[in-house]
Nanobody, 121 residues
Framework: QVQLVESGGGLVQPGGSLRLSCAAS????????MGWYRQAPGKERELVAT???????NYADSVKGRFTIARDNAKNMVYLSMDSLKPEDTAAYYC???????????????WGQGTQVTVSS
């Protein structure tokens, strides 16, 4: 099994910044894609940003130019730097990784428990 622990959420004023971190641990042979998703009350979970093992990135249109995803393959960590935060960014943010526990099996998707981000004055 792979465990994910997120940190860095909190309350921030509009225009402010936060940095989320997600640490993966456990039975890991390799990690393929990593990403951040979010879910606001009453809404479906949506993609925020993803990053491949090689560093290729993909962002939701709503966060392009404001959020930056990065990863540290040696530490099995993924980060989300969020700038110019808006009230509509308020949501629970979830880390997702696609990890191989052994080399001969395809990747399995694992989710973190979520960290709350609230943007309000």
């Amino acid at each position: 099994q792979v465990q994910l622990v997120e940190s860095g959420g909190g309350l921030v004023q509009p225009g402010g910044s936060l940095r989320l971190s997600c640490a993966a641990s456990g039975s890991i042979f390799s990690i393929e894609n990593m990403g951040w998703y979010r879910q606001a009350p009453g809404k479906e979970r949506e993609l925020v940003a993803t990053i491949t093992r090689g560093g290729g990135t993909n962002y939701a249109d709503s966060v392009k130019g404001r959020f930056t995803i990065a990863r540290d393959n040696a530490k099995n960590m993924v980060y989300l730097s969020m700038d110019s935060l808006k009230p509509e960014d308020t949501a629970a943010y979830y880390c997702r990784v696609d990890a191989r526990e052994v080399y001969y099996r395809p990747p399995t998707t694992f989710w973190g428990q979520g960290t709350q981000v609230t943007v309000s004055s």
